[in-house]
């Protein structure tokens, strides 16, 4: 597992999500307790399991599940957003009685299948789909977002920074809000460069054009660029190493890949959704509905260790810092772009 900032090591936990995620929204009917053959069967989003990210971090979740319970998971990995009904198909085949999905397109693909299968638990991740055996976890990425615009806006030199995305969805607009809000609120001259690596999933597997644009938006000036692109954030990083300029990962703790030119990374707690949802599960806690997952969760925060804290001045540390207690007592709203 990857380090996570200094905050999240003190406040975040399996078993912490686990509780938001049961009270967040109003209370919902729980289905019938888990069976005693509990099965866990993961379907990842579309891309590589081992991508540094998001996918990893559904993988570490599982694996914590594992460790702490001793009991195995079922995996499928798609090579594209329509094999999702082929996936599920084989988790089902294998006796899963309990399925996590991860990635926002799998949730039209996911109402239409969830009812054929009334006896299964189905979790998806990073999108909202509706029904009685559904539940749905999304998180308060612009609140995170925010935290590390924060940190851009006071790192950069140029008094330009830049957001380099896969595609534009709403999703990715959620990022750009609290990025651009976070920027503006540390430094209100702060020009804010986007731009999009493509216009279809492939976007997130392309670190050639990933690379292409974050040089593009180097020399428009910009010094510090948020990746939030999935693979493709492995070229982002690469022209940042390789122009002297600073990137920002995004999901996972990204700082290790390129020590000294990630600035930071904005951690998006997947790992603990899908050990929450795991744990539930297992407990017969499970409830379907709607899980919205902020700061004041400790499911979205920005990474700190020893690849990055160099670049944190004090007075950084203190500006975000006050931004994030700002932000989850309510003084700073923060946009999700819609």
């Not at 039209?108 to 299964?120: F, I």
């Not at 790192?155 to 750009?176: C, E, M, N, Q, Y």
């Not at 810092?321 to 700073?332: F, K, Q, S, T």
Request: aromatic share 8%; glycine share 10%.
């Amino acid at each position: 597992m990857t380090p996570l900032s200094r905050r999240s090591v003190l406040v975040l936990g399996a078993s912490s999500l686990a509780a938001a995620t049961a009270t967040c929204g109003a209370p919902l009917p729980a289905l019938a307790a888990a069976p005693a053959n509990f099965v866990p069967g993961l379907v990842y989003a579309v891309g590589q399991k081992f991508d540094k990210s998001f996918n990893e971090g559904a993988f570490t979740g599982a694996e914590r599940f594992k460790t702490a319970t001793g009991l195995s998971y079922l995996e499928y990995m798609p090579n594209n957003p329509a094999q999702f009904d082929q996936g599920v198909a084989a988790l089902v085949r294998r006796g899963a009685t309990d399925i996590v999905t991860i990635g926002f397109y799998y949730a039209t693909a996911l109402a239409k299948l969830a009812p054929r299968h009334p006896d299964l638990r189905f979790t998806i991740v990073d999108s909202v789909a509706e029904g009685p055996n559904i539940r749905s976890i999304t998180f308060k990425e612009q609140e995170g977002s925010f935290l590390v615009g924060v940190l851009a806006a006071l790192a950069s030199k140029t008094g330009t920074v830049g957001f380099v995305g896969a595609l534009d969805i709403p999703l990715l607009r959620k990022f750009i809000a609290g990025f651009t809000q976070g920027a503006r609120h540390a430094r209100g001259d702060v020009t804010v460069l986007v731009n999009f690596v493509g216009t279809t999933a492939d976007a997130f597997n392309d670190p050639t054009t990933g690379a292409e644009v974050a040089r593009s938006q180097f020399q428009r000036g910009a010094d510090v660029v948020f990746a939030g692109a999935g693979v493709s954030n492995f070229g982002v990083f690469a022209a940042a190493k390789d122009g002297g300029r600073l990137a920002i990962g995004v999901d996972s703790n990204q700082n290790y890949l390129y020590p000294g030119a990630i600035l930071t990374s904005m951690l998006k707690r997947v790992d603990l959704a899908v050990d929450a949802a795991f744990q539930a599960g297992q407990r017969g806690t499970w409830t379907p509905g709607p899980r919205v997952l902020g700061l004041a969760d400790g499911a979205v925060d920005y990474a700190v260790d020893e690849n990055n804290r160099a670049l944190l001045t004090p007075a950084m540390l203190n500006a975000v810092e006050e931004a994030r207690r700002a932000i989850i007592a309510g003084r700073i709203p923060v946009s999700d772009g819609a």
